[in-house]
């Protein structure tokens, strides 16, 4: 079946440190991906997405490149602030109105 | 307006109240989605209305009833709740395929007393 995994922290870094979130997923077909982040007390906001291999996605200095050869979605940064202390949700759309979201990572950025 | 509004962000109700919940967007967008989150979990998929028709149903239990009385407006009708239901509900909304991706709204905090 379709599935999404990502590491799940939680992740604590120092600000202005690189971030890497690694996320893969298993699916039948093309899916398209997305990365949601979710800040304290709040609902879930598209961060970024990409539909189909080789496309990037960026969105406030995050990127993520669809990599079909390695079922991949890596969410980078290349430095952080601590307003991006959060949850990050990798996840997946393969049929016409279901996402499927991986566990969640927590992110942590101490000044 | 590129906002899901959801309404109340907070809800107390003991497990013999019926309750509501209520969502609207004004994007004009044709799908309308109803999640479940738990403390430190994904959320988890409820309801989806395309066209203001049911389109999913992920086996959620009778005690959850959704309504969707227009294009904007999505309801999620609470009756003898269990405790293990409190949780954040999310709704969404999509102009077209998921591949478009979601626009959520900001929740409704359940608690079930």
């Known amino acids: 079946g379709n599935s999404v995994t990502q590491m799940e922290g939680p992740v604590t870094l120092s600000e202005e440190a690189f971030l890497t979130i690694n996320c893969t997923y298993t699916a039948t077909g093309y899916p398209s991906l997305f990365w949601y982040v979710q800040y304290p007390g709040e609902g879930l906001q598209l961060l970024l997405k990409?539909?189909?291999?080789?496309d990037k996605g960026s969105n406030k200095g995050f990127e993520a490149t669809y990599r079909k050869e390695t079922t991949s979605f890596h969410l980078e940064k290349g430095s952080v602030q601590v307003s991006d202390s959060a949850v990050y949700f990798c996840a997946l759309a393969t049929s016409y109105d279901k996402v499927i979201f991986g566990p969640g990572t927590s992110l942590s950025v101490i000044p | 307006d590129t906002e899901v509004t959801q309404t109340p962000k907070h809800l107390v109700m003991g497990m013999t109240n019926k309750k509501s919940l209520k969502c609207e967007q004004h994007?004009?967008?044709?799908?309308m989605y109803w999640y479940k989150q738990k403390a430190k979990k994904p959320p988890e998929l409820m309801f989806v209305?395309?066209?203001?028709?049911?389109?999913i149903n992920e086996s959620v239990p009778s005690r959850f009833s959704p309504e969707c009385p227009n294009s904007s407006l999505l309801n999620l009708h609470l009756h003898a709740l269990q405790p293990e239901d409190s949780a954040l509900y999310l709704c969404?909304?999509?102009?077209?395929?998921?591949?478009?991706?979601?626009?959520f709204g900001s929740g409704t905090r359940l608690t079930v007393v």
């Open positions: 990409a539909t189909k291999a080789d």
């Open positions: 994007m004009g967008h044709r799908a």
């Open positions: 969404a909304s999509s102009s077209g395929t998921v591949n478009y991706g979601y626009t």
């Open positions: 209305y395309s066209y203001e028709k049911l389109s």
